[in-house]
């Protein structure tokens, strides 16, 4: 079954510094995997997604996040955190079928990113 | 529409009550999923809608739980006798068939019983 585990709960860091959060996944076929930004009182917003295209896969706000087979993760990253980046982070994995059609999606538990001045 | 819109945003009811949860996706999308996010939890799968497919149930938590969606389009999701631990946001997604290009996610229905 898919799952996928996101390794921190919080992650503290100060503006101008790198962000890292981190991502693993179990997939029985060829994942989709997906990064969702939870502002607080705010809606789910889709940051990024791989599809099995290029493995270092571009979104907004200047995230990326890379696909790594051999160590089955998908870490989202930054190179500098603004204070407007402190918000929730879930990494998601869904399935595709025998029919090439996506399943349900699994989310993480959440990630809870602060961002210091 | 342009996006997934669900109603109400708010409902407070006492346990016990039913309540109805409503969702529109956007117009196209064949896949809809209603999921739960509990205060300190991440998000729990409630079920799945695919096109003309038999939806996915596995994640209802009980049988007090059950969603419809009329004409492929419009979802419903239905809680029976609802008791103080349903209280959640209750988030509803919608993608093109594969979702290869992403879900679109409400801005939810935060459920509150007293």
């Known amino acids: 079954a898919q799952s996928v585990t996101q390794l921190d709960s919080h992650v503290s860091v100060s503006e101008g510094t790198p962000v890292l959060l981190r991502c693993n996944y179990s997939s029985s076929y060829s994942p989709s995997l997906f990064w969702y930004v939870q502002h607080p009182n705010k809606g789910l917003q889709l940051l990024l997604k791989y599809t099995s295209a290029a493995t270092l896969v571009k979104g907004i706000n200047g995230f990326e996040a890379e696909f790594k087979k051999s160590e089955t993760s998908f870490h989202l990253t930054k190179p500098s955190a603004h204070m407007s980046d402190a918000a929730e982070y879930f990494c998601v994995v869904s399935d595709r079928d025998y029919g090439g059609a996506t399943n349900k999606l699994i989310f993480g538990t959440g990630t809870l990113l602060a961002v210091q001045p | ?114």
Do not use: M
Not at chain 2, 5 to 20: A, C, F, I, L, R
Not at chain 2, 63 to 83: C, P
């Open chain 2, 1 to 114: 529409g342009a996006g997934v819109s669900q109603s109400p945003s708010n409902k407070v009811t006492e346990k016990g009550k039913d309540v109805e949860l409503r969702c529109d996706p956007i117009s196209g999308h064949t896949a809809l999923y209603w999921y739960r996010q509990s205060l300190g939890q991440g998000l729990e799968f409630l079920i799945y809608f695919q096109g003309n497919s038999a939806p996915d149930k596995s994640g209802l938590p009980s049988d007090r739980f059950s969603a419809e969606r009329t004409g492929g389009s419009v979802s419903t999701l239905t809680i029976q006798r609802t008791q103080q631990e349903d209280s959640a946001v209750y988030l509803c997604a919608s993608s093109l068939g594969t979702g290869g290009g992403g879900y679109t996610f409400g801005s939810g229905t935060r459920l509150t019983v007293v």
